[in-house]
């Protein structure tokens, strides 16, 4: 088992940036593909970026390509989000999520086994 623990949201204007980490604890991290989603109120969850087990491989949703970064360091268990330009409508709580199945990443939420509890992200306008 791994266990997820999400932090750095907040409150920031339009055209701010963020950055959020994920920090990881139990099994081994590098053995986990990880996932960045999103629930804003009234929505769905939905998938934002994802990131291989080595971190060589990244992925994202079409809505957020070219203002997300998906990063992660396994020699200190974390992955990252780093987010620019961000907009009212990024208005969300963030989850990080990890499985060990996945051979490189997933875009479904039941692709990820494990879950933190969100981050909250509010972009005023």
């Known amino acids: 088992q791994v266990q997820l623990v999400e932090s750095g949201g907040g409150l920031v204007q339009a055209g701010g940036s963020l950055r959020l980490s994920c920090a990881a604890s139990?099994?081994?991290?590098?053995?986990?593909?990880m996932g960045w989603f999103r629930q804003a109120p009234g929505k769905e969850r939905e998938f934002i970026a994802a990131?291989?087990?080595?971190?060589?491989?990244?992925h994202y949703a079409n809505s957020v390509k070219g203002r997300l970064s998906i990063s992660r360091d396994n020699a200190k268990n974390t992955v990252y989000l780093l987010m620019s330009s961000l907009k009212p409508e990024d208005t969300a709580v963030y989850y990080c999520?990890?499985?060990?199945?996945?051979?490189?990443?997933?875009?479904?939420?039941?692709?990820?086994?494990?879950w933190g509890q969100g981050t909250q992200v509010t972009v005023s306008s």
């Open positions: 139990g099994r081994a991290f590098s053995s986990y593909a």
């Open positions: 990131i291989s087990r080595s971190g060589g491989s990244t």
């Open positions: 999520a990890a499985d060990s199945d996945l051979l490189l990443y997933g875009r479904g939420v039941d692709e990820y086994d494990y």
